[in-house]
């Protein structure tokens, strides 16, 4: 079992800039990849960016590239998100995720991840 917690959600203007935080505890978390998802009201859950164990590889959506940055520390157990040149459009619950298969080819879907946090909202005002 596997839990994790995000923060450092909040209200921003467009353009501007949050980082968030997923704390993660249980066995062996750091061998997990980890990834980060968001919800809009009304929307389907929709992947934003992963990270892999090591840390040595990552994706992004395209809505996002060029304005995230995923990173891990292990010693930490922690993963975080920053959010640079925030759009309204990114307004969203954002989830944080643990992936503990080995695979090697992967959808971003949902259900390619095994355990979720409870969410952090973000807004980003016009």
């Known amino acids: 079992q596997v839990q994790l917690v995000e923060s450092g959600g909040g209200l921003v203007q467009a353009g501007g800039s949050l980082r968030l935080s997923c704390a993660a505890s249980?066995?062996?978390?750091?061998?997990?990849?980890m990834g980060w998802f968001r919800q809009a009201p009304g929307k389907e859950r929709e992947f934003v960016s992963r990270?892999?164990?090591?840390?040595?590889?990552?994706y992004y959506a395209d809505s996002v590239k060029g304005r995230f940055t995923i990173s891990r520390d292990n010693a930490k157990n922690t993963v975080d998100l920053q959010m640079n040149s925030l759009k309204p459009e990114d307004t969203a619950v954002y989830y944080c995720?643990?992936?503990?298969?080995?695979?090697?080819?992967?959808?971003?879907?949902?259900?390619?991840?095994?355990?979720w946090g409870q969410g952090t909202q973000v807004t980003v005002s016009s």
């Open positions: 249980g066995r062996t978390p750091s061998t997990y990849a």
């Open positions: 990270i892999s164990w090591s840390g040595g590889s990552t």
């Open positions: 995720a643990a992936d503990r298969s080995r695979r090697q080819l992967y959808t971003h879907s949902p259900a390619e991840y095994d355990y």
